[in-house]
């Protein structure tokens, strides 16, 4: 959406009450103000922040707020509502900041501070954490990486190919405090719902009735469910770099080893080329498929983003593929007995094309709707 900010004051004045009603009725504002989804239906997660239609609400020395914020390239932009009061802030920016979080940051800071001075109640007193505290705290430490919840759907090339994860959220003996990363400190406000000190996010946590874990929800825009420890340190990430590597030291041992047979035996010994050469090939193409993908999501130039990524599709697909005669040739190599060597590289160079076609498919980077 184009506005400007005149536009954007009279939204904000329709939201709060005071646009024709044959636009959008009282019963229809109140619908769309209200979360989407039952908070009772979403068990410990409904005390956190949810959303509504169009805004996430959440709340601020108590005071209920309905925001949202949007970014393109260069223009980042917050909007925020505080009913009660009859009350609306809009903020944009043309520029990208310092650092890679410092608009978001300054748009969420200001919101804050606004609603500090000028609309939210004096600060209170935090209240005693209830019995128990300190267990439940360390019931909620542990790994969850970041998933999209049914309410709202977060997609596009970026999140398709590098899924963000939270880590690991560490516990700690105080008796009502927890850290959250980013150097972020919470304290339970009430059983399984932590609030920022000095701040106003949330960390709400669903357990089931032996009191594990299940999920939790950091923001209200997606919930977060628990992983092992291996899956939480990035580990099919780790798997995925381990597998590029074997492509690139095929492809550099390949030129090698024909010239060092050729020296030793003055032409290359009789083997099954084609389907080796096929194999090779494989892994080139998999290669630039992955770069010409990545490069794609860096672009600024929105008409060259769904070409260049369609392209890297269609390469990464021809490449994966190669996995039947990397198979073909790992047969090859073991009845031809050509060594340990040669049968530990063929069988690596196989197992990476079979991971990188799964992660693939997986991912999404060879899904068809990528949201571009």
């Not at 516990?171 to 000190?197: A, Y």
């Not at 003055?266 to 993908?293: E, H, I, K, N």
């Not at 490069?295 to 369609?310: A, F, H, K, N, V």
Request: aromatic fraction near 8%.
């Amino acid at each position: 959406m184009s506005s400007t900010a005149r536009n954007m004051a009279a939204f904000l004045y329709f939201h709060l009450g005071h646009g024709a009603d044959d636009v959008l009725g009282p019963e229809a504002m109140a619908e769309m103000h209200a979360p989407g989804l039952p908070p009772a239906s979403l068990g410990g997660l409904g005390a956190a922040d949810q959303m509504t239609l169009g805004f996430r609400g959440r709340e601020i020395r108590g005071q209920e707020v309905l925001s949202h914020g949007g970014d393109t390239t260069i223009c980042h932009s917050e909007l925020a509502l505080f009913p009660e009061t009859d009350t609306g802030v809009f903020v944009s920016r043309n520029g990208n900041g310092g650092r890679a979080l410092s608009t978001a940051v300054l748009r969420r800071q200001l919101i804050d501070q606004f609603a500090r001075r000028y609309v939210a109640p004096p600060e209170q007193t935090a209240p005693e954490p209830a019995p128990g505290a300190a267990e439940r705290a360390a019931a909620v430490a542990g790994h969850y990486p970041q998933r999209t919840t049914g309410a709202v759907q977060r997609r596009g090339p970026r999140g398709l190919l590098l899924p963000r994860h939270g880590g690991r959220l560490p516990g700690r003996d105080h008796h009502r405090r927890l850290p959250v990363p980013p150097k972020t400190t919470m304290q339970e406000v009430e059983p399984w719902l932590w609030r920022e000190i000095a701040g106003t996010d949330t960390l709400a946590a669903r357990a089931d009735e032996t009191g594990n874990v299940r999920d939790i929800v950091l923001t209200a825009y997606w919930a977060e469910s628990r992983v092992s420890a291996w899956q939480g340190y990035y580990a099919q990430h780790l798997v995925l770099l381990a597998a590029l590597a074997v492509l690139v030291i095929t492809l550099v041992a390949w030129p090698v080893n024909r010239l060092r047979r050729r020296r030793r035996w003055g032409t290359d010994r009789p083997r099954p080329w084609r389907v080796r050469r096929l194999t090779y090939a494989s892994s080139a193409l998999v290669l630039v498929g992955l770069v010409l993908f990545v490069s794609s999501i860096q672009l600024q130039d929105y008409t060259l983003i769904r070409p260049l990524t369609r392209l890297g599709q269609a390469v990464l697909m021809l490449g994966v593929l190669g996995v039947i005669p990397a198979a073909w040739h790992l047969v090859n190599t073991i009845r031809c007995r050509a060594g340990v060597l040669a049968v530990t590289g063929a069988a690596l160079l196989t197992l990476s094309l079979a991971y990188i076609a799964g992660y693939a498919v997986a991912y999404r980077i060879l899904w068809p709707d990528l949201s571009i």
